[in-house]
C-alpha cells in the first residue's frame, strides 16, 4: 500500500479513535486531514473506500455532537462511495446510517 493510503487510513483510524473518547473537534480535524490528502490522489477503488469511509465517520461524528444537518454532504457523499465500491463493511455503515442507527461508530 501507498505511503498516502496508508496516511488517511491512519487520520481515518485515529479520528474514529477520538470520537470515541468523546473529542469530536479533533476527530474532525482528522477526518477533514484524510480527505484532504484523499481527494489530492487518482480516483481507484481503494482510494474510493477509504472516502467511503471516512464521510460516513464525518457524519457519524457530526450526528454525536447532534449537528446531524451539518453532515447530510458527507452522509450523501458516503453513500454514493459505498455503493459504487460495493465494500461490504462501508454499505453496511452507510445502511445504518440511512436507517437513523447513525449513533453506531
Request: aromatic share 6%.
Given at each position: 500500500?501507498?505511503?498516502?493510503?496508508l496516511t488517511?487510513?491512519?487520520?481515518?483510524?485515529?479520528?474514529?479513535?477520538?470520537a470515541?473518547?468523546?473529542?469530536?473537534?479533533?476527530a474532525?480535524?482528522?477526518?477533514?486531514?484524510?480527505l484532504?490528502?484523499?481527494t489530492?490522489?487518482?480516483?481507484?477503488?481503494l482510494?474510493?473506500v477509504?472516502?467511503?469511509?471516512?464521510?460516513?465517520?464525518?457524519?457519524?461524528?457530526?450526528?454525536?455532537?447532534?449537528?446531524e444537518?451539518?453532515?447530510q454532504?458527507?452522509?450523501?457523499?458516503?453513500?454514493?462511495?459505498?455503493?459504487t465500491?460495493r465494500?461490504p463493511?462501508?454499505?453496511?455503515?452507510?445502511?445504518?446510517?440511512?436507517?437513523?442507527l447513525?449513533?453506531?461508530l
Open positions: 500500500m501507498r505511503p498516502a493510503y488517511a487510513a491512519r487520520h481515518l483510524q485515529l479520528g474514529r479513535e477520538y470515541v473518547e468523546g473529542e469530536p473537534r479533533r474532525l480535524a482528522a477526518y477533514q486531514n484524510a484532504d490528502l484523499l489530492t490522489l487518482p480516483p481507484e477503488h482510494r474510493d477509504l472516502l467511503a469511509h471516512t464521510h460516513l465517520a464525518f457524519y457519524q461524528t457530526l450526528a454525536l455532537a447532534q449537528d444537518r451539518a453532515g454532504t458527507h452522509l450523501q457523499l458516503g453513500v454514493s462511495y459505498a455503493r465500491t465494500d463493511l462501508a454499505r453496511a455503515i452507510a445502511e445504518e446510517c440511512l436507517s437513523g447513525d449513533r453506531v
